[in-house]
């Protein structure tokens, strides 16, 4: 029944067809529902099971177990702070509050119903702006260029959310995407063709912009009482990274469990404090299992975070004795749990389009990612959470890394014909 509407509807979108302006919106509507009808008609051509739109839609399954945790953890974290609080902490007094009443659901944070409905509450607002925002994007230039509208802004869109805190201000999302689409990706041409992460370019924007709504421990005025991490009136709190940076020395040679009471396990599993999508390196890790099975991620650039990340966070913490900055004193294995490391390794650093396309510079992209995530965290305390910063860099230097790896093949064969 669908396929004859969308088929009744073609002529009117087609060349010719009064609305044929928008056949861009027809055409991403009737791909996304359906196989597209065109093959190649040349005899000469490769055959491939997988194509853009497979390729995006393999991550945005992958994504599936950080999307529970966004809303799980989320909904979790809010209501575990108003029972601890003894009445200091209360539910944020919106439309959500509402929504929650008429579904007949409280704030009982042993809930698994209270809680992933809260956390939904807060987390598909943020989703459907993005889509409607940087959807409309995608399909203005899309029309204006008279091309397809790609595939590709359903992993942007997708991945965007994951990064934000719960109680990101919905106008500061639109925002973001669109700075991330326009400036990050369009401008360059589209998907293919852009260098920088779009989901990553919104994401600075936000953080570089509005400082005090993504970082910190409560939200500037006029929502002073609001948390930034916690969504909560009347909490205040930081992330692990953010605890242990601002903690004292002797605090921090304690340990990262003694700063931020939670367990490396917790920390693995996911249900603390932070950004939606990104608090759970099990969730991250099954995300990586759909990826590199299906080929879809780079096992190499992930791999290769991972060796940059520990190598250089374990020589800083061999080294942290003489040191007065608690960020040395996190053992490597911390480093791995805590903050959006797992997230960005998995999902961000292993973008087909921005990363390093060569096999040997994979390895050396995720290593320089690894390592710049580490530095940043531990030499520079304005910036406790370093993976965005890392990968945007690894953006800007993966053309350089490919260009000498291919250089360097060039070189070795050429010997290899002058040798004989």
Not at 2 to 12: Q, W
Not at 26 to 51: C, K, N, Q
Request: with cysteine.
């Amino acid at each position: 029944m669908l396929r004859k509407v969308l088929d009744k509807l073609h002529p009117t979108f087609a060349p010719g067809g009064k609305l044929q302006t928008l056949y861009p919106l027809y055409e991403a509507i009737d791909t996304f529902l359906y196989t597209p009808p065109s093959v190649t008609s040349t005899t000469a051509h490769v055959r491939d099971g997988m194509d853009l739109k497979r390729m995006m839609s393999l991550v945005v399954v992958a994504l599936g177990p950080c999307f529970f945790m966004a809303m799980h953890n989320t909904g979790y974290q809010a209501n575990l702070a108003i029972a601890d609080s003894g009445g200091s902490v209360k539910p944020i007094e919106d439309w959500r509050e509402s929504a929650l009443q008429s579904l007949g659901l409280g704030h009982d944070a042993t809930s698994f119903v209270d809680n992933f409905a809260l956390g939904a509450l807060f987390f598909l607002p943020i989703y459907v702006v993005t889509i409607a925002v940087g959807g409309a994007w995608e399909g203005l230039f899309a029309t204006v260029r008279k091309h397809e509208i790609n595939e590709g802004f359903l992993v942007t869109s997708a991945l965007f959310p994951l990064t934000l805190p719960a109680t990101t201000p919905l106008w500061q999302v639109a925002l973001g995407i669109t700075f991330g689409v326009v400036i990050g990706k369009e401008i360059f041409g589209g998907t293919g063709k852009n260098f920088l992460n779009p989901a990553l370019t919104a994401r600075a924007f936000l953080y570089f912009a509005y400082p005090g709504f993504m970082s910190g421990t409560n939200h500037p005025a006029p929502n002073s009482g609001y948390g930034v991490w916690v969504a909560a009136d009347g909490v205040s709190g930081a992330t692990a990274l953010g605890a242990m940076a601002s903690a004292p020395i002797e605090t921090a040679r304690a340990g990262v469990d003694v700063v931020t009471g939670y367990s490396w396990w917790e920390c693995f599993v996911g249900y603390i404090q932070g950004s939606m999508g990104e608090t759970s390196t099990l969730a991250c890790l099954l995300g990586a299992v759909v990826l590199v099975a299906t080929g879809v991620g780079s096992w190499k650039i992930m791999a290769g975070c991972v060796l940059g990340a520990v190598g250089m966070s374990a020589a800083l913490w061999l080294a942290s004795s003489g040191s007065d900055s608690p960020m040395m004193c996190m053992a490597p294995w911390w480093h791995l749990v805590v903050g959006g490391f797992a997230f960005g390794t998995v999902f961000m650093a292993t973008d087909p389009v921005s990363a390093a396309m060569t096999d040997a510079g994979r390895w050396w992209y995720g290593i320089l990612v690894g390592v710049m995530t580490v530095l940043i965290r531990v030499i520079n305390p304005a910036f406790p959470e370093g993976i965005m910063l890392a990968i945007l860099l690894g953006n800007v230097v993966a053309p350089l890394i490919d260009y000498a790896v291919i250089q360097a093949n060039i070189k070795r064969r050429t010997a290899r014909y002058a040798a004989g």
